[in-house]
Every structure is written in structure tokens, then in C-alpha cells.
């Protein structure tokens, strides 16, 4: 029984001794103004970046929706900065902490302190550390006897190919790479012209060849013209589409890579094979059994000046059938625009494949080229646009290998100098070919729109 009454005693609080209640203290206006200027700065930096990014993507506008901009980013800051501000909004009303309890009170079981001796501590203590404080606990923390903690690791440099890995959102345009597939076309087109120049010569007078579409169709002398007018049709869209992609410079060097190529090879086979003509009312030049090389120059000057079309009365020379050119030309253009235009431009997709279909049967219907023409071009331009793609959007097919048989081809290496710092599809974006600098302005103009448009609503509506 002493035991217990000893151990009671011992367990009964000291009247004499103090106990501090921590309640939620006011804080200063010192401590509102410091608050209130740390949430303004972070404020403002907010909507500085907001502006900013806005700027720089008002000209560029992108098709996936699963891609988050700079504003989505800039609204989420804001709300890590609130999230942050209600938090401690909430510590300062609460009942069981505040400044001074926060820094200053242990954690767990309060101490007793006795009114003699810490009263007037409690009263005078700060309610926020200082800034030489939070250094000095800063550098104890960072400092530490364990050896282990601190590392030094030395990272080799990185190349330009992993830099590009490591970015793959950055594709660069290359003008240089572009100006050289263009030189390309130009020297395909080249031999394309001086084929037919030769081949003229060469032009069997006999009887059109069997064919079995053209025997059963009724000649129509118009349908050549209206065959060429829609392949400009497709030739403009399809480039007001590659003009407004952002990535214009990439597709351009492949369309005209893929262009050259084609050239080459019409070059080759109607050289090798030359047909009769399939319309026997086409009027062509007369043929020349002593032609100086002075002949062949003119023939190629006539047949550039009217870019290998008949509506301009400039393709007056005979032979260019395999395989036909005005297929190719109107296949490579809905090629393009399904390929590179936004994928809800359902309208514009089957409105380009109906104008090159059109453009085909009206080919046909003039008696153009044969039905055999037709068919070649339409396989080797859309065979070669698909194995580019192919080869452009994997990686793996860019190096040579036994899991690479494409790497065959004669234009391998051409297409791998030109692809080699793409890394897969290109992103579906889009935006205005102007220069930076009239970008900027456009920009500058539209956000002082936009900002008169939202004063003038709040003013209005007050």
C-alpha cells in the first residue's frame, strides 16, 4: 500500500508547475505582408510563363489531343501554389498548431516548464526562424559523417545521335538536305524529257496495240484536258498541305527524293520499250532521220517550258508511255494529302482520291497512254511512297543488317543521309510559313486583341 500511494503521488501533476496551452496565434502583419508577397511572386512568375508559351505556340497548331500545352502546364502550377497556400491557411487556424508551436513546441508529449524560468522565453521568442537559422540547419543537414553519401560520377559526353534520342520532339529541318533533293528532281525530270526526246525518233508507225479497256470504251478527245486540270488540282492541294505542316522541309525533300527517283526510272523503261500510240489522231512533230544534238536540246527546252503537260500545246513529242506520268502525278498527290493532312479531313481525303480516280478514267477515256501505263505507275509510285515510310518510321530499318533486306536498294543510302536524324513519324502540326520575326508580331497582335476583348467584356459586364 505505500508503494501505490508514493507511485499516485508521483503521477499527480505539479499545481505549482506551468503548462503552456499551444493555441492558434495571429500572426503579424509583418508575417501577412511576407506571405502575401511570396504567393504574389509566384503568381505573377506563373503568368509570365503562361504568356510566353502562349506566344510561342499561337502559330503552331498541333492535331493530337493526348499532348498537354504550356497552359495546361502553367494552370497546374497554379494549383500546386493554392494546394500549398490552403495548407498552410489551415495550420494557421488550427487549434493544436501554430508559428510558434510549429518551430518552437517538440512534438509528441508536451514538457512541463515552469513560470519562472520560461515565461518570458515563450513571450519573446520569434514566431518564424531567421534566415540565418534555416542556413545554418540547412548546412548540418547536408553535411554528414557517413563517406557513402556524397558520390562523384563522371558521365561520358553525349554524341549528336543520343542528344536525338534523348529529344526525340526536336526534328530538325535541314534546308541543305532539302535543296538537294531538289537538285534531284531536277536532274530526274531532266532525263525524263531527254528520254523522250530520243525515244520520238523511235515511234513504230504502225497500229495501236491491243488493249483490252480502250478497245471497249468510246474516244473522248476532251478527256486529255480534263485529266490535266485535275492533276493540278491535286498538285496545288497537295502542297498547301505540305505548306502548312510544320515539318514542310522534311516532306518536301521526300516528296521530291521519291519524284527523282520515279523520274529516273519512267527515264529507263520508256526508253528501252517504245510503244506505238494508242490515239491515232494525236498530232505529233514530224521525225528527223539526220538530228543534230542542237534538235534534241530544243526538244528538251520545249517539252521543260510546258512542264510535260498537252493543255499548253507544248507536248507535241510521242513515245512517253510506260508508264504513264499523269498516274503517277495524280497517285503521289492523294499519297500526300492522306499522309500528311489531319486525320479528321475525312471529306478532303475522299474528295482527293475521287480527283485522282476522275483524273485516271479521263486519261483513259482520251486514249493518253494504255491501260497497261496505268497500271504500272499507280504500283511503283504507291509501292515506293509506302517502302519509304516503311524504312522512315523504324529505326531498325536505317542500319544494315540480316533483318534488313530493304537495305538492297539503290536508294538506300540516299534515303538513309536524308532520314537519319528523324526518329520515327512526324507529329501532325501545323502552322503558318511565314519568318519568326512576322510570327512574333501576328502574336504580339493577337494577345493585345485578346486582352482589350477581356477588358472591354469585364467593363461591359460591370
Not at 497554379?78 to 489551415?90: P, Y
Amino acid at each position: 500500500m505505500g508503494q501505490t500511494e508514493e507511485l499516485r503521488m508521483m503521477s499527480r501533476p505539479n499545481r505549482m508547475v506551468y503548462t503552456p496551452i499551444t493555441r492558434g496565434h495571429k500572426p503579424t502583419p509583418s508575417q501577412e505582408s511576407n506571405t502575401l508577397s511570396t504567393m504574389s511572386e509566384v503568381s505573377c512568375t506563373t503568368t509570365l510563363s503562361m504568356e510566353s508559351e502562349v506566344t510561342e505556340g499561337c502559330m503552331d497548331f498541333t492535331e493530337e489531343e493526348g499532348e498537354r500545352n504550356g497552359s495546361e502546364e502553367t494552370v497546374d502550377t497554379v494549383g500546386v501554389v493554392g494546394a500549398g497556400n490552403g495548407e498552410l491557411e489551415k495550420r494557421m487556424k488550427s487549434h493544436n498548431s501554430d508559428y510558434g508551436s510549429y518551430y518552437n513546441s517538440p512534438t509528441g508529449t508536451v514538457v512541463p516548464q515552469d513560470i519562472s524560468t520560461d515565461g518570458d522565453t515563450l513571450h519573446n521568442s520569434p514566431l518564424l526562424p531567421t534566415s540565418e537559422e534555416e542556413d545554418n540547419a540547412s548546412d548540418s543537414a547536408n553535411k554528414s559523417d557517413n563517406p557513402l553519401d556524397t558520390v562523384k560520377l563522371e558521365m561520358p559526353p553525349v554524341t549528336q545521335e543520343q542528344e536525338a534520342r534523348y529529344q526525340p520532339d526536336k526534328i530538325p529541318g535541314e534546308p541543305l538536305k532539302t535543296l538537294l533533293s531538289a537538285l534531284f528532281l531536277g536532274t530526274g525530270f531532266l532525263a525524263t524529257t531527254a528520254s523522250l526526246a530520243f525515244t520520238h525518233e523511235r515511234v513504230p508507225d504502225i497500229q495501236p496495240l491491243p488493249d483490252i479497256v480502250l478497245d471497249n470504251i468510246k474516244h473522248q478527245s476532251w478527256g486529255l484536258d480534263v485529266s490535266e486540270y485535275l492533276l493540278m488540282i491535286s498538285t496545288i492541294t497537295a502542297m498547301s498541305v505540305v505548306m502548312l505542316h510544320s515539318h514542310r522541309l522534311v516532306i518536301l525533300r521526300r516528296i521530291w527524293l521519291l519524284l527523282g527517283i520515279l523520274y529516273y526510272y519512267r527515264a529507263l523503261t520508256m526508253f528501252v520499250t517504245v510503244l506505238p500510240k494508242a490515239d491515232e489522231t494525236y498530232t505529233c512533230m514530224p521525225r528527223k532521220n539526220d538530228t543534230t544534238a542542237l534538235d534534241y536540246t530544243k526538244r528538251v527546252l520545249t517539252i521543260i517550258s510546258g512542264g510535260g503537260l498537252s493543255i499548253n500545246g507544248k507536248h507535241i513529242y510521242c513515245g512517253d508511255y510506260i508508264f504513264s506520268g499523269h498516274t503517277m502525278t495524280l497517285t503521289m498527290g492523294y499519297l500526300v494529302i492522306k499522309q500528311y493532312s489531319p486525320r479528321r479531313f475525312i471529306l478532303l481525303h475522299w474528295a482527293s482520291f475521287l480527283t485522282s480516280l476522275c483524273g485516271v478514267i479521263f486519261l483513259l477515256l482520251s486514249r493518253g497512254h494504255y491501260t497497261i501505263d496505268v497500271l504500272l505507275a499507280y504500283y511503283v509510285t504507291s509501292r515506293i511512297w509506302w517502302i519509304y515510310h516503311t524504312l522512315a518510321h523504324n529505326q531498325q530499318l536505317k542500319y544494315r543488317g540480316e533483318h534488313n533486306f530493304l537495305d538492297n536498294m539503290c536508294w538506300w543510302h540516299v534515303f538513309r543521309f536524308f532520314e537519319t536524324k528523324i526518329q520515327g513519324p512526324l507529329p501532325r502540326r501545323y502552322s503558318l510559313p511565314l519568318p519568326k520575326v512576322v510570327q512574333r508580331i501576328f502574336c504580339h497582335n493577337i494577345t493585345r486583341l485578346r486582352c482589350q476583348n477581356s477588358v472591354s467584356r469585364e467593363i461591359f459586364q460591370t
